[in-house]
């Protein structure tokens, strides 16, 4: 099992100590880079969707600005990756943050510009999100590159494994800040204050990566070339490591189910998780503290519970990535791949908020297994002057995963789960409404409506809902995706060796 010797006798902190400057500064940089990004990834999907959601869009609206997005930043960096090789990586950085910049300012005015258009917020929305869009697909490539650049066989599983666990720290403050930042989705909902906070980080990480970040080698031939050149080289290299190609197309079944777990969940415990327990065990841990991350009514945030997810990883991905560092890169990505699933789908299929938060716990286990593998298998795959732009091909199973994801789940969840829809079809089917009838009440009447007609309260009403349509089906369906990719991994691995 064990893959090489030398990763058993060089100890933990020798190898850390190799790790060069620029590995550090990277680090740092991608920090805060997510902080920005995942404080507004956190709260978008209710700021798009939600009976008190200030856009008011559909789920498929949603699913498809989400799809859309997932497209730009995930292909972009199969190109954007090898202009950076070719053209530097500081270069890269300066239009990344300018672009993602703008992106937030705009999502921040978006019902300004618009007002009550329904029409111009949706496309307002897609605009924003394509420049963040662009904005993630131009930064990524140079800094995965000089994280793999600065390291070697030696360090690699423990060195992806801190950059993962830095990664995660913006990750892990960024939905608390944005959670206390939009204050009270009903009582004093200040949205905007998210979208601002974003472009003030991403401002300091500009300068944070002008003053501070260094250049690294590059090949002196590659500026000569032309960006018709660049693109097309950097096509036919993909094209032409077959090997990578299958393995990065196997691996998309399972972002497609991992990524809904940002994406969907938030919406789906909105709408059917009790999660007032939760609430109450952050009261009894934090205090007064904990006012900032539950409702008025005393649940907690939909967010809080999807920052499970981070908070697991800074605790145990370096730890985890030493100890796997010293088995087959493969081994660890299936083993962590299995344990995601079992985590996505438990999380999905409750409505208890206590079992939801244990699994997004047990599928957080998971992505720290597979996930920094994934990353130093492309990295160290890749030749010694094609770092980034292997690190950009990286990003194509979130391309097909995440993208072809969102277009999906968002029609499967008007379909099979979302509980305005499902509570409409009982009115008609169980208590003689008209579909006429039903259609004409505002999405904040419909359950007070079913409530009143059934004789029960809110809350039981929406009980009542879960047990009649079942809407957890949708986290089986994904995760049938996600279980056929594990199978056609370790197939295309064995494949591979014979």
Same mark, same amino acid.
């Given at each position: 099992?064990?893959?090489?010797?030398?990763?058993k006798?060089?100890?933990?902190?020798? +190898?850390?100590?190799?790790?060069?400057?620029?590995?550090?500064?990277?680090?740092?940089?991608?920090?805060?880079?997510?902080?920005?990004?995942?404080?507004?990834?956190?709260?978008?999907? #209710?700021?798009?969707?939600?009976?008190?959601?200030v856009? +008011?869009?559909?789920?498929?609206?949603?699913?498809?600005?989400?799809?859309?997005?997932?497209?730009?930043?995930?292909?972009?960096?199969?190109?954007t990756?090898?202009?950076?090789?070719?053209?530097?990586?500081?270069?890269?950085?300066?239009?990344?943050?300018?672009?993602?910049?703008?992106?937030?300012i705009?999502?921040?005015?978006?019902?300004?510009?618009?007002?009550?258009?329904?029409?111009?917020?949706?496309?307002?929305?897609?605009?924003?999100?394509?420049?963040?869009?662009?904005?993630?697909?131009?930064?990524?490539?140079?800094? +995965?590159?000089?994280?793999?650049?600065?390291?070697?066989?030696?360090?690699?599983?423990?060195?992806?494994g801190?950059?993962?666990?830095?990664?995660?720290?913006?990750?892990?403050?960024?939905?608390?800040?944005?959670a206390?930042?939009?204050g009270?989705?009903?009582?004093?909902?200040?949205?905007?204050?998210?979208f601002?906070?974003?472009a003030?980080?991403?401002?300091?990480?500009?300068?944070?990566? #002008?003053?501070?970040?260094?250049?690294?080698?590059?090949?002196?031939?590659?500026?000569?070339?032309?960006?018709?050149?660049?693109?097309?080289?950097?096509?036919?290299?993909?094209?032409?490591? +077959?090997?990578?190609?299958?393995?990065?197309?196997?691996?998309?079944?399972?972002?497609?189910?991992?990524m809904?777990?940002?994406?969907?969940?938030?919406?789906?415990?909105?709408?059917?998780?009790?999660?007032?327990?939760?609430?109450?065990?952050?009261?009894?841990?934090?205090?007064?503290?904990?006012?900032?991350?539950?409702?008025?009514?005393?649940?907690?945030?939909?967010?809080?519970?999807?920052?499970?997810?981070?908070?697991?990883?800074?605790?145990?991905?370096?730890? #985890?990535?030493?100890?796997?560092?010293?088995?087959?890169?493969?081994?660890?990505?299936?083993?962590?791949?299995?344990?995601?699933?079992?985590?996505?789908?438990?999380?999905?299929?409750?409505?208890?908020? #206590?079992?939801?938060?244990?699994?997004?716990?047990?599928?957080?286990?998971?992505e720290?297994?597979c996930?920094?593998?994934?990353?130093?298998?492309?990295?160290?795959?890749?030749?010694?002057?094609?770092?980034?732009?292997?690190?950009?091909?990286?990003?194509?199973?979130?391309?097909f995963?995440?993208?072809?994801?969102?277009?999906?789940?968002?029609?499967?969840?008007?379909?099979?789960?979302?509980?305005?829809?499902?509570?409409?079809?009982?009115?008609?089917?169980?208590?003689?409404?008209?579909?006429?009838?039903?259609?004409a009440?505002?999405?904040?009447?419909i359950?007070?409506?079913?409530?009143?007609?059934?004789?029960?309260?809110?809350?039981?009403?929406?009980?009542?809902?879960?047990?009649?349509?079942?809407?957890?089906?949708?986290?089986?369906?994904?995760?049938?995706?996600?279980?056929?990719?594990?199978?056609?991994?370790?197939?295309?691995?064995?494949?591979?060796?014979?």
């Amino acid at each position: 099992m064990v893959e090489e010797e030398t990763k058993k006798k060089i100890s933990a902190w020798a +190898q850390v100590r190799a790790m060069g400057y620029n590995f550090w500064i990277s680090n740092a940089s991608e920090a805060m880079e997510r902080l920005a990004f995942f404080g507004v990834r956190a709260i978008l999907p #209710l700021y798009m969707f939600s009976p008190k959601s200030v856009l +008011q869009l559909s789920m498929t609206e949603k699913g498809i600005i989400f799809g859309v997005w997932a497209w730009i930043q995930c292909l972009l960096p199969m190109v954007t990756g090898g202009y950076s090789d070719a053209y530097g990586y500081r270069k890269s950085l300066v239009v990344a943050f300018t672009l993602n910049f703008l992106g937030y300012i705009l999502m921040a005015n978006i019902i300004g510009l618009a007002g009550d258009s329904h029409a111009l917020r949706f496309w307002i929305m897609m605009m924003a999100a394509m420049l963040v869009g662009m904005g993630t697909a131009v930064f990524k490539p140079p800094v +995965q590159g000089a994280v793999a650049k600065a390291l070697d066989e030696s360090n690699s599983g423990l060195g992806f494994g801190i950059f993962y666990w830095v990664v995660n720290i913006g990750g892990f403050l960024a939905p608390m800040a944005a959670a206390w930042l939009r204050g009270d989705p009903v009582l004093n909902p200040t949205w905007s204050h998210v979208f601002y906070g974003a472009a003030i980080v991403t401002a300091l990480n500009l300068a944070f990566c #002008l003053i501070l970040f260094r250049e690294p080698e590059r090949d002196p031939k590659a500026g000569e070339k032309s960006s018709a050149k660049v693109f097309i080289d950097t096509m036919k290299q993909l094209w032409h490591d +077959q090997s990578m190609f299958r393995f990065l197309l196997v691996v998309s079944g399972f972002w497609f189910m991992f990524m809904q777990l940002w994406d969907l969940l938030p919406n789906f415990i909105d709408e059917w998780v009790d999660t007032t327990d939760v609430g109450a065990f952050l009261f009894s841990v934090l205090g007064e503290g904990a006012h900032g991350f539950v409702t008025a009514s005393g649940a907690a945030k939909p967010e809080i519970l999807i920052n499970i997810d981070s908070f697991t990883i800074i605790l145990f991905v370096i730890p #985890l990535s030493w100890f796997f560092g010293r088995y087959k890169m493969m081994t660890s990505l299936v083993l962590g791949m299995i344990i995601g699933l079992i985590g996505f789908i438990g999380a999905g299929v409750t409505n208890v908020g #206590l079992i939801a938060a244990f699994f997004i716990f047990v599928f957080a286990i998971g992505e720290i297994i597979c996930s920094p593998k994934f990353s130093e298998y492309v990295g160290m795959t890749a030749p010694p002057d094609k770092k980034a732009q292997y690190m950009g091909y990286s990003n194509m199973p979130f391309a097909f995963g995440w993208g072809i994801g969102n277009f999906v789940s968002g029609p499967l969840y008007d379909a099979f789960s979302s509980k305005a829809e499902l509570a409409k079809n009982y009115l008609v089917e169980h208590l003689n409404m008209t579909t006429a009838q039903v259609q004409a009440l505002s999405p904040s009447d419909i359950i007070p409506t079913l409530a009143k007609r059934a004789g029960v309260s809110e809350h039981q009403a929406v009980d009542l809902l879960w047990k009649e349509y079942h809407p957890w089906i949708i986290w089986c369906i994904l995760g049938l995706v996600g279980l056929v990719s594990i199978i056609g991994m370790i197939w295309n691995y064995k494949t591979s060796k014979k």
